[in-house]
């Protein structure tokens, strides 16, 4: 059984978030889940204190991802992972109090005694009206080769349905309202809250497009995919404005190399909301584009003193008002830890480099309340030729913080419950 978990983990790495202030409300819970079955949570008082905890009786696992939707007295949260071997059932978890304690479930249909690896989940909605898609792969008995599968549960995670979607490659779910988006090699779209499935094209584009991340916002009318085109090997971005029914790739103005993109996020279902894209380019420069329209128009933003060379893992932004708050997070050239944050919605950008032991940021997300900003990001840090989690925060847009853990492994993923 887990206690008090606020933060959990999922391969323990990196952490970052901003420091707290006279608070009007609860804070919010992040959660993340990590390598070697390690969960951690923040303490009530002080976000900056961390403990660990350990599901019962689970052994020999590895969380991979994790997704909690709705507020505090109606929460969902799904962890999920894998394990080393396939004498054991799946990693697939369900908590509906803040990760305090977690129950194990199934996928009826999903093969059983194979290896299976669940490599994202993301919900939406609150409690047991939460609509969830999670995916991952298995290999076949007495074969090397791996099918991939997506299953979407339509009440928090308690029951699940399996979706054939043979040879995807699937690498990130979103879901909003009652929208959920696969990206990967295709875009597999749900409208109907997992009902149904179709597969997606790019009207305009005739080429073959690889999809690292999607994002859906609010309602789900908006949406973004984000990865590279195939052939070109060119940064590539689709947006959708009706749902994920129709997608259509968008151009930058000022970039025309090769790179990926490799996380993205919107703001606001409106035609002023900011969408941001982050990886990396020609000559593995950092790649950071934004815009300021709801997707339809790209530009490369200049970031002062911002390395030559890196990548950019994760980007949130909080909002797109003049005090919003935007982070984007990966590593630079020399393997250090990298943060690029704005505190203008996106206007003006500073680079943050955490000076210390190797490493990167893979996962960051924010939160704001009545009178704070919080930002947690993730990621992992090698110290003595093992990977350790790094953490650092930032709490009402003040100097980033680590905070040491005297654990080793790696954070894969984190969520989010608002206060």
């Known amino acids: 059984m887990i206690t008090n978990l606020k933060f959990i983990f999922v391969s323990l790495a990196l952490i970052c978030f901003s420091h707290v202030s006279a608070m009007t409300m609860e804070q919010p819970i992040f959660l993340a889940a990590g390598s070697a079955t390690l969960l951690a949570h923040n303490n009530d008082n002080n976000p900056t204190d961390w403990n660990f905890d350990q599901i019962q009786y689970l052994k020999e696992a590895t969380f991979n991802t994790i997704s909690c939707s709705g507020s505090r007295l109606n929460s969902t ?33 999903l093969p059983e005694d194979v290896n299976t690896v669940f490599t994202d989940v993301n919900c939406s909605g609150g409690g047991s009206k939460a609509l969830c898609a999670i995916i991952g792969k298995y290999t076949k008995p007495f074969s090397r080769d791996t099918v991939d599968f997506l299953a979407s549960s339509q009440d928090g995670g308690n029951h699940w349905s399996l979706v054939d979607i043979a040879y995807a490659h699937p690498e990130k779910t979103t879901c909003a309202n009652t929208v959920c988006v696969v990206a990967g090699s295709d875009l597999f779209v749900t409208q109907n809250s997992g009902l149904n499935w179709e597969e997606r094209k790019i009207a305009n584009s005739k080429q073959n497009h690889k999809f690292h991340s999607a994002h859906c916002i609010d309602n789900g009318e908006i949406c973004i995919a984000v990865g590279y085109e195939s052939e070109n090997y060119i940064p590539s971005i689709a947006m959708s404005y009706d749902y994920g029914r129709t997608w259509n790739a968008k151009t930058i103005s000022n970039y025309i190399g090769t790179g990926e993109f490799l ?22 420069m950092p790649l950071l584009a934004m815009s300021e329209d709801a997707g339809n128009n790209w530009t490369l933003k200049p970031v002062p003193h911002l390395p030559a060379k890196g990548k950019l893992n994760s980007v949130f932004c909080t909002g797109s008002g003049d005090q919003d708050t935007c982070v984007a997070a990966g590593s630079d050239g020399t393997n250090l830890p990298l943060l690029i944050v704005s505190h203008n919605g996106g206007k003006t950008w500073s680079v943050e480099t955490m000076l ?20 947690l990001a993730t990621g992992y840090k090698n110290l003595d030729a093992t990977q350790k989690p790094l953490f650092a925060m930032s709490i009402n847009k003040q100097a980033w913080e680590k905070i040491q853990m005297d654990k080793s492994g790696s954070v894969n993923a984190i969520a989010l419950i608002a206060g």
Not at 87 to 93: R, S
Request: proline residues 4%; positive net charge.
């Open 77 to 109: 949260c799904v962890l999920a992972g894998s394990r080393e071997t396939n004498t054991e059932p799946p990693i697939l978890f369900m908590s509906r109090d803040q990760g305090k304690t977690w129950q194990w479930h199934k996928i009826p249909n």
């Open 263 to 284: 996380s993205s996020y919107c703001t606001a279902n409106n035609a002023k909301s900011i969408c941001l894209a982050v990886g990396f380019g020609v000559d593995n």
């Open 356 to 375: 210390g032991s190797s490493g990167s940021f893979t996962n960051v997300k924010c939160e704001v309340t009545t009178n704070q900003t919080i930002c």
